[in-house]
């Protein structure tokens, strides 16, 4: 066993401009540091069988969760069941960091919606 820093984890790059870090990355589960520049956002999505869980590290986020809105900041996060539509923006002037846990793992599971 090893502590896990963002700096040594396998990195990706999403959406507008977004980065992210594999911090523990299993069949089982995964646990993403994400970093969303100002005026940033992802689709609008589902995940069929990945429960989710967003936890704001620095900076603010949007939370659109079935059409609900949540503003997240520092501290705070936000479940998201399978099956609800979400999508995260982040309407703030700095940059947003972020944890994305993953149960199971959600890549190959995202539905994406127009609407």
């Given at each position: 066993?090893?502590?896990?820093?963002?700096?040594?984890?396998?990195?990706?790059?999403?959406?507008?401009?977004?980065?992210?870090?594999?911090?523990?990355?299993?069949?089982?589960?995964?646990?993403?540091?994400?970093?969303?520049?100002?005026?940033?956002?992802?689709?609008?999505?589902f995940h069929m069988r990945a429960r989710q869980f967003f936890y704001v590290l620095e900076g603010e986020l949007t939370m659109e969760v079935e059409r609900e809105e949540f503003v997240l900041r520092v501290g705070e996060g936000v479940e998201v069941a399978p099956g609800r539509v979400h999508q995260v923006f982040n309407r703030s002037g700095r940059s947003a960091r972020f944890l994305v846990t993953s149960q199971p793992p959600s890549h190959g599971d995202r539905v994406e919606r127009a609407d």
């Amino acid at each position: 066993m090893k502590s896990v820093r963002a700096v040594d984890a396998e990195h990706y790059r999403w959406g507008d401009g977004c980065d992210g870090w594999y911090l523990v990355r299993t069949d089982e589960l995964n646990i993403i540091e994400e970093k969303m520049p100002p005026g940033a956002s992802e689709r609008r999505h589902f995940h069929m069988r990945a429960r989710q869980f967003f936890y704001v590290l620095e900076g603010e986020l949007t939370m659109e969760v079935e059409r609900e809105e949540f503003v997240l900041r520092v501290g705070e996060g936000v479940e998201v069941a399978p099956g609800r539509v979400h999508q995260v923006f982040n309407r703030s002037g700095r940059s947003a960091r972020f944890l994305v846990t993953s149960q199971p793992p959600s890549h190959g599971d995202r539905v994406e919606r127009a609407d």
